[in-house]
């Protein structure tokens, strides 16, 4: 008979993970607040990216971070509140970033990010999805010598793990870029990154595991998590429902404390916000997915479409939008792209979701010390989609007792 497992969470990572403990042999069901049609996979930038293999928490961000907290338009902000889970947050966020952890974080993230492409390239494979995926790498533009310095400094960390990163000065920008001019002093291209639609993906591998035996419960939230000797055994659904549970994965994104907290397990977890837009057949675009480093934009041609997005506001789950901060992303383009003038999008075409962040920039991957049977994976960071299928692998390896091609030693659950 079977292993059940219930996975709490329908983004990439609760779905990811759904589709290998199927192959597994798991019985899997998914329970998701929304209808699956929503959430932060559906309108991030999409791109799977070896090349950020340097966390959030670093030397040095705290410092960029409090500048920014002084324009309102700034791609980072943190809203003021009383709160001693927010204050023990920035704490170990403060004692993170440093060159020591830095160092150690680095090689894993990097190989955890091509281990997640090797997957995607499966998927691409596989004749019954067509999500987009191309393998045309990404490309950093800079336009001060001050962000130049920093990301030929990137760069040479990237050689230095044995990637490939060509420093391109203005022309040979241009050069590589060949749907729309450019305005930047120079770029850093990585040929190895890749990216794809994700909403597409999203709705292709939902429909697959749905006709592959998983069940799933959508528009249901889960209120308790009943627990006795060490283990759950019950949740306790929004419409009443109680079910009894084997094994139970959270996998609820910028939600998973708030869940975990109902089974004694604390979790440091903040949300950080982002914004996209996206724009439908441009008339023109770039070709090669982009970051816009001294505006922290990203710009990913999707199909004929091409998303714009960025920002990390730490809101406390808040929906409202910000207009000053999508000002700001919208503003930046045509300081890139001159060529580029976007108007500022309306309200229905403004897409917010909330990505899941730890102190140390590292997600949380295994198993609770406290719940023998609540396995944690979330705080990917801006990295969830392009860490997705990766994680869903090492879920399953880990939940089998299996050896992961990833070490994972970095990611426990109780470490802070």
């Given at each position: 008979m ?8 329908g983004g ?11 192959e ?18 559906h309108g991030n ?6 090349s ?5 928490a670093?030397p ?17 902000y ?10 023990q ?8 970033c ?9 090689p894993?993230l ?6 997640s ?17 191309e ?16 990301e ?26 060949t ?7 120079g ?20 429909h ?6 998983v ?5 249901k939230?889960v ?34 404390a ?7 397990v604390k ?7 982002g ?13 090669i997915?982009?970051?816009l480093?001294?505006?922290r934009?990203?710009?990913?041609p999707m199909?004929?479409?091409?998303r ?10 808040s ?7 999508v ?18 999008p309306?309200?229905e ?5 909330f ?5 140390d ?6 198993y ?9 994976a ?7 989609m392009?860490?997705?299928p990766?994680t ?6 880990m ?18």
């Amino acid at each position: 008979m079977s292993k059940k497992i219930h996975i709490i969470g329908g983004g990439i990572i609760g779905l990811s993970s759904a589709w290998y403990l199927n192959e597994a042999g798991f019985a899997v069901t998914l329970i998701d607040k929304t209808g699956l049609e929503e959430g932060t996979s559906h309108g991030n930038a999409g791109m799977v990216v070896p090349s950020h293999f340097v966390p959030l928490a670093t030397p040095g961000v705290i410092t960029q971070g409090l500048r920014w907290l002084l324009d309102k338009k700034s791609p980072f902000y943190i809203k003021p509140r009383l709160s001693l889970e927010l204050a023990q947050w920035l704490w170990q966020f403060y004692r993170s970033c440093t060159p020591g952890q830095v160092k150690a974080a680095m090689p894993v993230l990097k190989a955890f990010n091509e281990y997640s492409k090797q997957q995607y390239q499966a998927f691409a494979k596989n004749p019954d999805f067509d999500f987009c995926f191309e393998e045309k790498g990404l490309l950093m533009l800079y336009k001060t010598t001050l962000a130049q310095q920093e990301e030929i400094e990137m760069a040479e960390k990237a050689h230095e793990l044995g990637m490939e990163a060509r420093i391109l000065d203005r022309q040979q920008v241009q050069e590589l870029e060949t749907g729309t001019r450019i305005d930047a002093l120079g770029g850093i291209f990585y040929p190895g990154d890749a990216h794809l639609y994700p909403n597409r993906f999203m709705q292709q591998l939902s429909h697959h595991l749905q006709a592959k035996g998983v069940v799933f419960m959508r528009g249901k939230s889960v209120s308790d998590l009943e627990t006795s000797g060490g283990k759950v055994h019950h949740l306790h659904l929004s419409d009443g429902q109680r079910l009894p549970c084997e094994e139970v994965l959270l996998a609820a994104g910028s939600w998973t404390a708030r869940v975990a907290k109902k089974a004694g397990v604390k979790l440091l977890l903040q949300d950080g916000k982002g914004y996209s837009t996206t724009l439908k057949n441009p008339a023109q675009r770039p070709s090669i997915p982009t970051l816009l480093a001294e505006a922290r934009v990203a710009v990913t041609p999707m199909g004929n479409d091409l998303r714009i997005g960025g920002t990390l506001e730490i809101s406390n789950l808040s929906t409202n939008i910000s207009k000053s901060r999508v000002q700001g992303i919208v503003e930046s383009i045509p300081d890139y792209y001159p060529d580029l003038n976007l108007d500022y999008p309306e309200r229905e075409r403004i897409w917010h979701g909330f990505r899941p962040c730890t102190p140390d920039g590292l997600p949380y991957l295994g198993y609770s010390s406290t719940c023998s049977n609540l396995f944690v994976a979330t705080g990917h960071a801006m990295m969830g989609m392009s860490l997705g299928p990766g994680t869903g692998k090492l879920v399953a390896d880990m939940m089998q007792g299996k050896p992961t091609e990833v070490p994972v030693g970095l990611f426990q659950v109780d470490r802070f």
